[in-house]
């Protein structure tokens, strides 16, 4: 497996990224960091906007958002938090407007961190946060009632250190709660003004029309990638239909689609969700690497990385659709941004899906029933 693309995009970035992940920076080591943040707002002066839901729930965002999950959660180690307030902050200088995080990622860590890094930017951002587990544990099960919901949506505003959640998430549908009690609560969440708008997410088709019925939706948040294609077939053209935006989480898969994970990858399964799924495994990922070469293959010749491919195929999708990919490297992070830049023409986008169709994804993306009780 060829990992060359991504690893010269290291090298070139080699300070970044160390000052992202090494240990306490030096004044030099942060004062290097900000002065290449800063000219990294040159090469983006008008970092794409887009606007997710439609009418009164209509919220403009960045093109990308940042996935703030693995900063502390499910990703085989957890960062230094000091270097992730960093990371947030250089995120906000680059121009993303949208953060994503939930009561679930820790439990709780994740919403306090986010809360402390944008405490000082709170009006030029927007914070998406949710709801809908045991305690705030998806290893518990369920647990959307109007009582929890509000419950929770008061711890997470202490978290977050703020007075409103912008975008506030069902972060699994409840069977056992109608889905117009939930979003009749977030209706007046709304109405009192703690919440600005309401999401959900991996919902299907019915639950959304009838949820979207009671209370507008801005965003469906759902796995999307070029290794996760189901939304395709339903989810998104029904976003299109009632006017709602559609936010992928994981657009690139966990970490594969970017070449630098292989089949001698190890993960924490203690901290880490991979170690359990099947598209991890490493059949899977052998079986899989087909399209890191298509992907290589298509980018190399217009000064794209892998990671880069993945993320300027989802925006060519529907003008609709942000994606929130989530990193704990400075490097990467300005990586996945530089995507936006990046125009299909007509004839290039139908060559690469020419390509990708010939590749069969192997391995479920969850275990069982797995998918209801674990995220991102």
């Not at 439609?54 to 000091?82: D, I, N, T």
């Not at 505003?157 to 117009?180: A, F, G, S």
């Not at 300027?312 to 941004?337: D, M, Q, R, S, Y």
């Amino acid at each position: 497996m060829d990992n060359q693309n991504r690893r010269n995009f290291f090298k070139t970035s080699a300070i970044l990224s160390m000052g992202a992940v090494g240990g306490i920076a030096s004044v030099a080591a942060d004062t290097k960091i900000n002065s290449d943040v800063r000219d990294s707002k040159k090469a983006i002066p008008n970092f794409e906007k887009r606007v997710l839901g439609s009418g009164v729930a209509a919220l403009e965002v960045s093109a990308f958002g940042l996935g703030c999950m693995g900063m502390s959660y499910h990703r085989s180690f957890v960062a230094e938090k000091q270097k992730m307030i960093e990371m947030i902050h250089a995120a906000v200088d680059l121009g993303v407007t949208l953060f994503d995080t939930a009561e679930a990622y820790g439990p709780l860590t994740n919403e306090r961190l986010v809360g402390e890094a944008l405490q000082q930017v709170r009006k030029d951002v927007k914070i998406a946060t949710k709801f809908g587990f045991i305690d705030g544990q998806p290893n518990r099960g369920l647990d959307s009632r109007p009582k929890t919901i509000r419950k929770v949506v008061e711890q997470s505003l202490k978290n977050l250190r703020t007075d409103y959640i912008d975008i506030l998430y069902q972060h699994r549908v409840d069977k056992n709660v109608p889905i117009e009690d939930v979003a009749g609560t977030v209706k007046e969440l709304i109405a009192e003004g703690k919440v600005k708008h309401f999401g959900m997410s991996e919902a299907g088709v019915d639950v959304i029309r009838k949820a979207h019925r009671e209370q507008p939706l801005t965003a469906l948040q759902s796995e999307f990638s070029l290794m996760t294609r189901e939304p395709e077939h339903n989810v998104i053209p029904l976003c299109e239909e009632l006017g709602i935006g559609f936010v992928p989480y994981s657009p690139l898969s966990r970490g594969f689609i970017t070449g630098y994970i292989n089949e001698r990858t190890k993960y924490i399964a203690s901290n880490d969700n991979r170690a359990s799924l099947p598209r991890y495994e490493r059949e899977a990922v052998i079986a899989n690497w087909p399209l890191i070469d298509v992907l290589k293959s298509f980018g190399d010749y217009r000064g794209l990385t892998v990671a880069q491919v993945a993320l300027a195929w989802l925006l060519a999708k529907k003008p609709f659709i942000v994606p929130i990919p989530g990193t704990t490297k400075l490097a990467h992070l300005k990586e996945n941004l530089d995507a936006s830049k990046f125009t299909f023409a007509t004839e290039d986008l139908k060559e690469l899906d020419l390509a990708l169709s010939k590749v069969k994804i192997m391995g479920d993306r969850y275990t069982g029933t797995s998918a209801q009780q674990t995220d991102k």
